[in-house]
Nanobody, 122 residues
Framework: QVQVVESGGGSVQAGGSLKLSCAAS???????????MSWYRQAPEKERELVSR???????TYTDSVKGRFTSSQDNAKNTLYLQMNSLKTEDTAIYYC?????????????WGRGTQVTVSS
């Protein structure tokens, strides 16, 4: 089954850290011509927003609110995307989703995971 699965969410106090993982099926990495791997988040009653993105040529971008605190990385050998989140703030509380964009017609244009909850308390 071709899928994307996030893990690593949880509850932490402000100032703490969490590391999210996004494990994707090997098929996506090997056969879909990935265009980018992204982390999104959606807080209650807010729209989903892009947190970070790694392009196919290795460039990484972040939304301004997480710059200097979050670091995205990938391990192609493990078909996994990571998001290291440090100095967490209450406003980082959200469901975090992994999304992988592809270009091959036999694949979906974007594979989404079901999300992992991150809760930051004061």
């Amino acid at each position: 089954q071709v899928q994307v699965v996030e893990s690593g969410g949880g509850s932490v106090q402000a100032g703490g850290s969490l590391k999210l993982s996004c494990a994707a099926s090997a098929y996506i990495f090997s056969s879909c011509g990935m265009t980018g791997m992204s982390w999104y988040r959606q807080a209650p009653e807010k729209e989903r927003e892009l947190v970070s993105r790694i392009t196919s040529d290795g460039r990484t971008t972040y939304t301004d609110s997480v710059k200097g605190r979050f670091t995205s990385s990938q391990d192609n050998a493990k078909n996994t995307l990571y998001l290291q989140m440090n100095s967490l703030k209450t406003e980082d509380t959200a469901i975090y989703y992994c999304a992988i964009g592809t270009i091959v017609n036999l694949c979906r244009s974007t594979y989404w995971g079901r999300g992992t909850q991150v809760t930051v308390s004061s």
